[in-house]
């Protein structure tokens, strides 16, 4: 029933930037805590991003502190993920996610999307 679907990934060059979105149905985005998590071949999924319920409270991975920003817009049920000056080892599959409150965002969250992919090409 819950669906988080993930747009605007591709394939760009370092120092490029992108933004993700993510768009939730099922559900009522602004009661819940929200997120991107991201895989990169063969490795484990990472945390990279979670926002809380009205976005007074933001939380990053220190890989990317500092260059992504995590938004969101309840009015249109909907997560953003800001990628600038992308690096190749940002390459990888972004997944949006939700969870109840911002720290079980960042470990176990409670609904995934289908993932976009982002590449980044030196």
């Known amino acids: 029933q819950v669906q988080l679907v993930e747009s605007g990934g591709g394939l760009v060059q370092a120092g490029d930037s992108l933004r993700l979105s993510c768009a939730a149905s099922g559900l009522t985005f602004s009661s819940y805590a929200g997120g991107w998590f991201r895989q990169a071949p063969g490795k484990e999924r990472e945390f990279v991003a979670a926002?809380?319920?009205?976005?007074?409270?933001?939380y990053y991975a220190d890989s990317v502190k500092g260059r992504f920003t995590i938004s969101r817009d309840n009015a249109k049920n909907t997560v953003y993920l800001q990628l600038n000056d992308l690096k190749p080892e940002d390459t990888a599959v972004y997944y949006c996610?939700?969870?109840?409150?911002?720290?079980?965002?960042?470990?176990?969250?409670?609904?995934w999307g289908q993932g976009t992919q982002v590449t980044v090409s030196s």
């Open positions: 996610v939700a969870a109840d409150i911002l720290v079980v965002v960042t470990t176990k969250p409670f609904y």
């Open positions: 926002i809380s319920w009205t976005g007074g409270a933001t």
